[in-house]
């Protein structure tokens, strides 16, 4: 049996802005990435976009998110890892690896 791979998407309204938020707070954003990635199958988004349209006049477009566009680029030694796993110092994104490695060399 084949093994089911996540489809992430975006969400895009007519004028080209990124749905962003979270559940009851939405909101639009020119940014891509502020946008909220959704898991197409997971989150039923089909069904989704099709209720808001019905229901609401709101016509959304599907977007297929690049699986490498999901990805922080850690500025010290340039892996990529997910958002949720980068730490950002004011200055640059950094990876665990390279998180733990600077605090482990500050006095």
Known sequence: M???H???VILRDGFGRYLAGQRNDWSFTEEFSQA???DFIKDRI???VEMLRREHG???SIVAVD???RYEVCDIC???T???STFFDGNQFLCSNCSTAGAKSQP
């Open 2 to 4: 084949r093994e089911r």
């Open 36 to 38: 909220r990635v959704f």
């Open 78 to 80: 340039g892996n990529r």
């Open 46 to 48: 089909a069904e989704q």
């Open 6 to 8: 996540d489809i992430h």
């Open 58 to 60: 709101l016509e959304l």
């Open 82 to 84: 997910m958002p949720y």
């Open 67 to 69: 699986p490498l566009e």
